[in-house]
């Protein structure tokens, strides 16, 4: 079939997109948006946000998003774009209800007048949504209406639903997880944060030409490596942690990624330079434009407890013991460059594993495939309702709750080691702080992109709401923004969205003296 797709990958922190020739089966080029356009920093601020201030609006955002990629994509004879990513995401894309996704109980949503939604794989037009026209839409199927898309492709693409005793986490802003025992499947969904991906980090950027990924031990110090226009890892500067000296050579970072943020904790850590939960002698300089702070270690802390709580979690609720794990699968551009033995160390993959697998964008790998072949969709859907899954949601399990106030303890409160190890012992969680096994790597993918094209090209989302009406103009609302979103010109308010912390948040609004700050009349133009 000729003609050309376009497969999207919507992730919490940014999109994904890449040009198909359908003839060859070729990827042509590659675009990622620096940032989701929806306001907040994680998905639940994003589900917030479109809750509040209204599903269209979040819609149109990520729909005039979409589009521009599509426009950098530069396809010439368009015939199809599939998208893969978590319901959230994905609902707003579509148009369809989200509160279903917000709501647990049963007597809310009724309250709500929410019926159930139909999550199943399907095919529909891209117009129909704001996308380009007479062009179709291939939208892959939730395992449940909670377990998303992403976390299907996870599962899938990786390798894990041939194994037993395994584990796999796509190690992004909503951390998706999963583990198999036997026939049954035990998933979970950790709201990490940014931090994993870059963002939320004081000179923090996703996996993109510029960013420093990982740092090497060398006699020297630490030798920074810093992605290329490739996304391969080259030489960077040379870094002593206890001195605080670095030396400016090879490529210089533009920022770090999260694989950058931790291998700097587990060097600092190794290296003494982190104490407790603080940096010792103050931030870490990479270049004279990068460096790590206290509040960037908190942000990092709290997204490695987060995901090393949901572990246990699931461990517990599964009923094994850490070391009958023997697998764990690492998805996600996190996943894919991260050194999993340092991963390992700070708690983010299961110890006791003997064996770790770094897979890649399994999202976009799914969404590749139903761009080349929409007719998947069908057996997809025959999957998902052959899988057996019992899914834990975090936000009510007292368990997560329990290990996940201990995590940020030992990682913001400088709480004792040994306080956490008890509650791990009651938890029947003995060793997992020290225990470690003699474990085995396999890179299934250099790039969390496995083929790039012609390379990849990162653009801003660019997507701006605007309103206007009478006030002194005093700026106290735009001076107050703390991501200077805000800007003010010509007698009209903008709201950079990518960057607005949205319902989470709300500064501008609080702070203004008279009271006429109105997020209910804004909207994309």
Not at 96 to 120: F, P, T, W
Not at 228 to 255: I, Q, T, Y
Not at 368 to 376: C, E, N, V
Not at 495 to 508: H, K, M, N, P, Q
Request: include cysteine; aromatic fraction near 4%.
């Amino acid at each position: 079939m000729g003609g050309q797709a376009i497969a999207l990958d919507i992730g919490t922190s940014g999109i994904r997109g890449q040009l198909i020739d359908l003839g060859t089966g070729r990827v042509l080029r590659t675009c990622i948006t620096a940032r989701n356009p929806i306001p907040g920093a994680n998905v639940m601020d994003h589900l917030s946000f479109a809750i509040e201030r209204g599903p269209g609006l979040a819609h149109r955002i990520l729909t005039r998003s979409v589009q521009e990629l599509i426009g950098m994509l530069a396809p010439e004879s368009l015939v199809r774009v599939a998208v893969c990513g978590n319901p959230i995401q994905l609902s707003i894309l579509e148009g369809v209800e989200i509160r279903d996704l917000a709501y647990a109980g049963k007597n809310k949503l009724e309250s709500e007048h929410v019926g159930n939604v139909d999550r199943r794989g399907h095919v529909t037009s891209a117009g129909a949504i704001g996308l380009p026209e007479h062009v179709d839409l291939v939208v892959p199927p939730a395992v449940r209406h909670e377990i998303g898309a992403d976390a299907l492709a996870m599962m899938l693409k990786s390798g894990f639903l041939d194994d037993d005793m395994c584990m796999v986490t796509d190690y992004g802003t909503n951390a998706e997880m999963a583990l198999k025992v036997g026939d049954d499947i035990f998933t979970g969904s950790a709201a990490a944060g940014p931090a994993l991906e870059g963002q939320e980090i004081s000179c923090g950027m996703l996996a993109a030409p510029g960013a420093m990924s990982d740092l090497v031990r060398t006699p020297q110090g630490w030798r920074s490596k810093v992605l290329d226009e490739g996304l391969d890892a080259v030489d960077g500067p040379l870094v002593n942690l206890r001195s605080g000296f670095s030396r400016a050579e090879g490529r210089m970072p533009d920022g770090i990624t999260g694989t950058g943020v931790i291998a700097l904790v587990y060097a600092a850590m190794r290296d003494e330079r982190i104490r407790g939960c603080r940096i010792d002698g103050g931030s870490i300089r990479i270049s004279r434009r990068v460096s790590f702070t206290d509040a960037d270690l908190e942000e990092a802390g709290k997204a490695i407890g987060a995901i090393r709580a949901g572990h246990m979690t699931l461990i517990e609720e599964a009923g094994i013991s850490p070391g009958d794990v023997r697998t764990m699968y690492m998805a996600g551009a996190s996943g894919t460059y991260v050194d999993p033995f340092k991963a390992r160390d700070l708690g983010m993959v299961v110890p006791m594993c003997t064996r770790m697998v770094q897979v890649g964008n399994t999202s976009l790998e799914l969404a590749k495939d139903l761009a080349r072949d929409p007719d998947a969709v069908g057996p997809l859907n025959e999957l998902r309702e052959r899988l057996v899954t019992r899914h834990t949601m975090f936000a009510s399990s007292e368990t997560f709750r329990d290990l996940y106030v201990y995590e940020i303890g030992l990682w913001t409160g400088g709480m004792p080691v040994e306080r956490y190890r008890r509650v791990l012992s009651e938890h029947g969680l003995d060793g997992y702080l020290d225990d470690r096994a003699d474990a085995s790597v396999d890179r299934v993918c250099e790039r969390d992109i496995r083929d790039a094209g012609s390379g990849v090209e990162i653009i801003d989302p660019g997507v701006r709401m605007t309103a206007s009406w009478e006030c002194s103009g005093c700026m106290t609302c735009v001076r107050g923004c703390p991501e200077r979103a805000l800007a003010f010109e010509g007698g009209t308010f903008s709201i950079d969205a990518s960057r607005c912390l949205g319902t989470a948040c709300e500064r501008c609004s609080e702070n203004c003296p008279e009271h006429r700050f109105d997020h209910s009349l804004f909207d994309v133009r």
